[in-house]
């Protein structure tokens, strides 16, 4: 079963839209939660990470929101433009060599 | 700089077969990995080594072996392909553990068992 539990399986947004991807943990070790964003054809790639010591991340129009009561964090991109069309990828690790994926959202851009 | 090379890119075997999947890296990378990608269910870890020489099971290392001979090679073995393992094959490496850095991951191997 997979430890981290992410939705939507798929969006689509207008461009200049808001897209929002929400994931959920139940192991409270975790530390260290990553999004990677993947195009087709290509290996992930390291979007942002945040630690739970931390509420909001921000990186130009990406911003990691995190709760660590509800253990939930998500993803929010502003202003998505077309090139943001890509699978997106929540993560969560707490040792050096398990990183724990969740099952991925694809994000489609309308232009 | 190349980053993290896969080969072969694509490969196709009958049930019963056996073959060998490359990562190489340039990086210098201490932390290898071996995860596979198949459709709703994210990026699963086979196999990982922590150095030159080591290897370690990950969640899902049944039917698979891995060697790290190299430090900047680590490689990904079928003995007996069956049809589960029809996947997308992932590489990657990092110079720090899991939970501090940025993984790099390879293009993938696409791989079909016939």
């Known amino acids: 079963q997979q430890q981290v539990k992410q939705s939507p399986q798929s969006l689509i947004v207008q461009k200049g839209g808001i897209s929002i991807i929400n994931c959920a943990y139940e192991?409270?070790?975790?530390?260290?939660f990553p999004w990677y964003q993947q195009f087709p054809g290509k290996g992930p790639a390291l979007l942002i990470a945040?630690?739970?010591?931390?509420s909001e991340k921000k990186e130009g129009r990406f911003t990691i929101s995190f709760n660590k009561s509800a253990k939930q964090f998500s993803l929010h991109i502003m202003d998505s433009q077309p090139g943001d069309s890509a699978t997106y990828f929540c993560?969560?690790?707490?040792?050096?060599?398990?990183?724990?994926f969740g099952a991925g959202t694809t994000v489609t851009v309308r232009a | 700089n190349a980053g993290v090379t896969q080969t072969p890119k694509f490969r196709v075997l009958k049930t019963g077969q056996s073959m060998t999947l490359l990562c190489a890296q340039d990086?210098?990378?201490?932390?290898m990995y071996w995860y596979r990608q198949d459709p709703g269910m994210g990026l699963r870890l086979i196999h990982y080594?922590?150095?030159?020489?080591?290897?370690a099971k990950g969640e899902v290392p049944d039917g698979y072996n891995v060697s790290r001979l190299k430090k900047q090679n680590f490689l990904l073995g079928l003995e007996s392909a069956a049809p589960s393992q029809t996947s997308v094959y992932f590489c990657?490496?990092?110079?720090?553990?899991?939970?501090?850095?940025?993984?790099?991951f390879g293009e993938g191997s696409r791989l079909t068992v016939l």
């Open positions: 945040i630690r739970p010591d931390v």
């Open positions: 993560a969560a690790s707490w040792n050096d060599y398990k990183l724990s």
């Open positions: 990086m210098n990378h201490e932390y």
């Open positions: 080594s922590v150095g030159e020489g080591t290897t």
């Open positions: 192991n409270t070790a975790f530390d260290y």
């Open positions: 990657a490496s990092s110079w720090t553990g899991a939970n501090t850095g940025e993984l790099f």
